[in-house]
Protein backbone atom coordinates (compact mmCIF):
# COMPACT_ATOMS: atom_id res chain seq x y z
CA UNK A 1 0.00 0.00 0.00
CA UNK A 2 2.55 2.43 0.89
CA UNK A 3 4.03 1.96 -2.53
CA UNK A 4 1.12 2.30 -4.47
CA UNK A 5 0.51 5.68 -2.41
CA UNK A 6 4.49 6.85 -3.09
CA UNK A 7 3.37 6.15 -7.40
CA UNK A 8 0.00 8.13 -7.12
CA UNK A 9 1.78 11.00 -4.86
CA UNK A 10 4.69 10.85 -8.20
CA UNK A 11 2.31 10.93 -10.27
CA UNK A 12 -0.07 13.73 -9.23
CA UNK A 13 3.31 15.85 -9.07
CA UNK A 14 4.20 15.17 -12.37
CA UNK A 15 1.03 16.01 -13.64
CA UNK A 16 1.03 19.73 -11.62
CA UNK A 17 4.68 20.14 -13.44
CA UNK A 18 3.74 19.59 -16.64
CA UNK A 19 0.34 21.75 -16.54
CA UNK A 20 2.31 24.84 -14.55
CA UNK A 21 5.74 24.72 -16.99
CA UNK A 22 5.24 23.12 -20.13
CA UNK A 23 1.29 23.47 -21.35
CA UNK A 24 0.36 26.41 -22.89
CA UNK A 25 -2.55 27.66 -20.37
CA UNK A 26 -6.17 28.61 -21.81
CA UNK A 27 -6.57 32.68 -22.30
CA UNK A 28 -8.33 34.73 -20.07
CA UNK A 29 -10.86 37.27 -20.53
CA UNK A 30 -9.24 39.80 -22.11
CA UNK A 31 -6.01 38.37 -22.12
CA UNK A 32 -4.41 38.38 -25.93
CA UNK A 33 -3.18 35.50 -27.91
CA UNK A 34 0.49 35.57 -28.41
CA UNK A 35 0.97 36.35 -31.92
CA UNK A 36 3.36 33.69 -32.28
CA UNK A 37 0.44 30.80 -32.59
CA UNK A 38 -0.73 29.90 -35.65
CA UNK A 39 -3.71 27.46 -36.41
CA UNK A 40 -6.78 27.46 -38.12
CA UNK A 41 -8.68 29.35 -35.60
CA UNK A 42 -6.47 32.00 -34.85
CA UNK A 43 -8.65 35.18 -35.05
CA UNK A 44 -6.91 37.55 -37.69
CA UNK A 45 -7.80 41.26 -38.74
CA UNK A 46 -8.89 41.73 -42.61
CA UNK A 47 -6.21 43.24 -43.73
CA UNK A 48 -3.74 39.87 -42.45
CA UNK A 49 -5.93 37.62 -44.96
CA UNK A 50 -4.14 36.30 -47.68
CA UNK A 51 -4.59 38.93 -50.63
CA UNK A 52 -6.67 40.99 -48.57
CA UNK A 53 -9.27 39.20 -49.21
CA UNK A 54 -12.23 39.09 -46.30
CA UNK A 55 -14.10 36.09 -44.99
CA UNK A 56 -17.10 35.72 -43.28
CA UNK A 57 -19.34 37.88 -41.06
CA UNK A 58 -19.21 41.55 -41.20
CA UNK A 59 -15.68 41.49 -42.40
CA UNK A 60 -17.02 40.36 -45.88
CA UNK A 61 -18.43 44.14 -46.55
CA UNK A 62 -15.17 45.81 -45.85
CA UNK A 63 -14.31 47.61 -48.94
CA UNK A 64 -11.17 46.53 -50.70
CA UNK A 65 -8.13 48.60 -52.25
CA UNK A 66 -8.64 48.18 -55.96
CA UNK A 67 -6.37 47.30 -58.22
CA UNK A 68 -7.32 50.35 -60.27
CA UNK A 69 -9.46 53.09 -60.05
CA UNK A 70 -9.62 54.19 -63.76
CA UNK A 71 -9.11 52.66 -66.70
CA UNK A 72 -7.60 54.18 -70.40
CA UNK A 73 -9.50 52.78 -73.45
CA UNK A 74 -8.59 53.57 -76.66
CA UNK A 75 -6.47 54.95 -79.01
CA UNK A 76 -9.04 56.19 -81.41
CA UNK A 77 -7.40 57.98 -84.55
CA UNK A 78 -11.30 59.59 -85.21
CA UNK A 79 -12.33 62.07 -82.48
CA UNK A 80 -16.09 61.45 -83.16
CA UNK A 81 -15.48 58.05 -82.70
CA UNK A 82 -13.94 58.36 -79.26
CA UNK A 83 -17.11 60.46 -78.26
CA UNK A 84 -19.58 58.06 -79.93
CA UNK A 85 -17.39 55.52 -77.39
CA UNK A 86 -17.78 58.15 -74.10
CA UNK A 87 -21.87 58.21 -75.39
CA UNK A 88 -22.28 54.73 -74.65
CA UNK A 89 -20.14 54.06 -71.47
CA UNK A 90 -21.97 56.94 -70.25
CA UNK A 91 -25.42 55.21 -70.92
CA UNK A 92 -23.52 52.24 -68.89
CA UNK A 93 -22.98 54.40 -66.06
CA UNK A 94 -19.90 55.09 -66.51
CA UNK A 95 -17.80 58.84 -66.06
CA UNK A 96 -15.38 59.52 -69.07
CA UNK A 97 -12.76 62.24 -69.88
CA UNK A 98 -11.60 62.11 -73.42
CA UNK A 99 -7.40 63.40 -73.70
CA UNK A 100 -5.66 63.84 -76.99
CA UNK A 101 -1.68 63.63 -77.60
CA UNK A 102 0.72 62.25 -80.35
CA UNK A 103 1.80 58.79 -79.86
CA UNK A 104 3.32 55.91 -82.06
CA UNK A 105 0.53 53.82 -82.65
CA UNK A 106 0.49 50.23 -83.65
CA UNK A 107 -1.61 49.95 -87.17
CA UNK A 108 -1.52 46.72 -87.56
CA UNK A 109 1.43 43.77 -88.54
CA UNK A 110 3.54 44.21 -91.88
CA UNK A 111 3.68 41.26 -93.84
CA UNK A 112 6.71 41.15 -96.37
CA UNK A 113 8.89 39.19 -98.23
CA UNK A 114 12.12 40.45 -97.42
CA UNK A 115 16.02 40.30 -98.38
CA UNK A 116 15.46 39.85 -102.29
CA UNK A 117 18.29 40.24 -103.99
CA UNK A 118 17.79 42.09 -107.19
CA UNK A 119 15.32 43.62 -108.54
CA UNK A 120 14.51 40.94 -111.12
CA UNK A 121 14.35 38.87 -107.57
CA UNK A 122 11.85 41.23 -106.96
CA UNK A 123 9.42 41.05 -110.03
CA UNK A 124 9.63 37.32 -109.76
CA UNK A 125 8.33 37.04 -106.34
CA UNK A 126 5.71 39.69 -107.10
CA UNK A 127 4.27 37.99 -109.97
CA UNK A 128 4.20 34.27 -108.23
CA UNK A 129 2.55 36.07 -105.17
CA UNK A 130 0.05 37.95 -107.03
CA UNK A 131 -1.08 34.49 -108.65
CA UNK A 132 -1.12 32.78 -105.44
CA UNK A 133 -3.92 35.22 -104.16
CA UNK A 134 -1.35 38.24 -102.79
CA UNK A 135 -3.38 40.75 -105.20
CA UNK A 136 -2.34 43.52 -103.75
CA UNK A 137 1.08 42.69 -103.00
CA UNK A 138 3.91 45.42 -104.49
CA UNK A 139 7.58 46.23 -104.20
CA UNK A 140 8.59 49.17 -101.80
CA UNK A 141 11.83 49.22 -102.26
CA UNK A 142 15.12 48.18 -100.44
CA UNK A 143 15.29 48.18 -96.59
CA UNK A 144 19.26 47.99 -96.70
CA UNK A 145 19.24 43.98 -96.79
CA UNK A 146 17.77 43.25 -100.08
CA UNK A 147 14.85 44.60 -101.64
CA UNK A 148 11.62 43.84 -100.44
CA UNK A 149 7.80 42.78 -101.56
CA UNK A 150 4.78 43.92 -99.12
CA UNK A 151 1.63 41.79 -98.82
CA UNK A 152 0.26 44.42 -97.04
CA UNK A 153 -0.49 46.07 -93.24
CA UNK A 154 -3.05 43.49 -91.46
CA UNK A 155 -4.86 44.16 -87.68
CA UNK A 156 -6.51 41.12 -87.86
CA UNK A 157 -4.80 37.83 -86.81
CA UNK A 158 -6.61 35.41 -89.51
CA UNK A 159 -5.77 37.62 -92.70
CA UNK A 160 -2.09 37.74 -91.00
CA UNK A 161 -1.58 34.24 -91.23
CA UNK A 162 -3.82 34.08 -94.55
CA UNK A 163 -1.37 36.06 -96.24
CA UNK A 164 1.93 34.20 -94.75
CA UNK A 165 0.41 31.13 -95.86
CA UNK A 166 -0.11 32.98 -99.32
CA UNK A 167 3.82 33.51 -99.91
CA UNK A 168 4.54 30.08 -98.59
CA UNK A 169 2.34 28.47 -100.95
CA UNK A 170 4.05 30.85 -103.98
CA UNK A 171 7.49 29.49 -102.29
CA UNK A 172 8.80 32.10 -99.87
CA UNK A 173 9.11 32.78 -96.21
CA UNK A 174 7.26 35.99 -94.94
CA UNK A 175 8.02 37.80 -91.81
CA UNK A 176 5.53 39.52 -89.95
CA UNK A 177 6.21 42.94 -87.64
CA UNK A 178 4.32 45.49 -85.79
CA UNK A 179 3.67 48.81 -88.10
CA UNK A 180 3.81 52.15 -86.41
CA UNK A 181 3.33 55.63 -87.49
CA UNK A 182 2.93 58.88 -85.36
CA UNK A 183 -0.56 59.93 -84.93
CA UNK A 184 -2.51 62.03 -83.29
CA UNK A 185 -4.67 59.67 -81.07
CA UNK A 186 -7.46 59.96 -78.29
CA UNK A 187 -8.17 58.15 -75.37
CA UNK A 188 -11.04 57.77 -72.83
CA UNK A 189 -10.00 57.65 -69.19
CA UNK A 190 -13.01 56.12 -67.54
CA UNK A 191 -13.47 56.23 -63.56
CA UNK A 192 -14.57 53.24 -61.94
CA UNK A 193 -17.92 52.53 -60.91
CA UNK A 194 -19.57 52.90 -57.74
CA UNK A 195 -19.73 49.11 -56.99
CA UNK A 196 -16.38 48.55 -58.56
CA UNK A 197 -16.74 47.73 -62.06
CA UNK A 198 -14.55 48.99 -64.75
CA UNK A 199 -15.56 48.29 -68.81
CA UNK A 200 -14.62 45.29 -70.51
CA UNK A 201 -13.35 45.22 -74.56
CA UNK A 202 -16.57 44.32 -74.93
CA UNK A 203 -18.25 47.49 -73.96
CA UNK A 204 -15.73 49.62 -75.77
CA UNK A 205 -16.44 47.05 -78.97
CA UNK A 206 -19.96 47.86 -79.02
CA UNK A 207 -19.10 51.97 -78.26
CA UNK A 208 -17.56 52.34 -81.80
CA UNK A 209 -14.47 51.13 -81.80
CA UNK A 210 -14.06 49.75 -85.11
CA UNK A 211 -14.23 53.17 -86.53
CA UNK A 212 -10.63 54.31 -84.33
CA UNK A 213 -9.17 52.42 -86.98
CA UNK A 214 -6.56 50.89 -83.91
CA UNK A 215 -6.39 47.48 -82.19
CA UNK A 216 -8.28 47.69 -78.47
CA UNK A 217 -6.08 48.93 -75.37
CA UNK A 218 -7.44 49.40 -71.97
CA UNK A 219 -4.49 50.55 -69.95
CA UNK A 220 -4.08 52.13 -66.40
CA UNK A 221 -5.35 55.90 -66.35
CA UNK A 222 -1.91 58.01 -66.48
CA UNK A 223 -1.19 59.29 -63.16
CA UNK A 224 -2.95 62.48 -62.23
CA UNK A 225 -0.51 65.44 -60.85
CA UNK A 226 -0.83 66.07 -57.04
CA UNK A 227 -3.54 69.15 -56.54
CA UNK A 228 -1.77 72.34 -56.35
CA UNK A 229 1.22 71.02 -57.93
Not at 3 to 29: G, H, K, Y
Not at 120 to 148: F, K
Amino acid sequence: MRVLFLLLLLANLLFLAWNEWIATPPSRPGQSVRATEAGPNRLRLVRELPGGEATGGSAANVPLMPAADCVSAGPFLDQAAANRTAARLGGLGYVSRLRSGIEDVRVGQWVRVVNLATADDADNALSALRAAGATDAEVVGDDGSGVVVSLGVFSDAERILAAIDIARRAGYAAEASDRLRTAEVYWLDVDRLANGGLPGPEAIDEAGTPGSELPLELRACPAQPPAGG
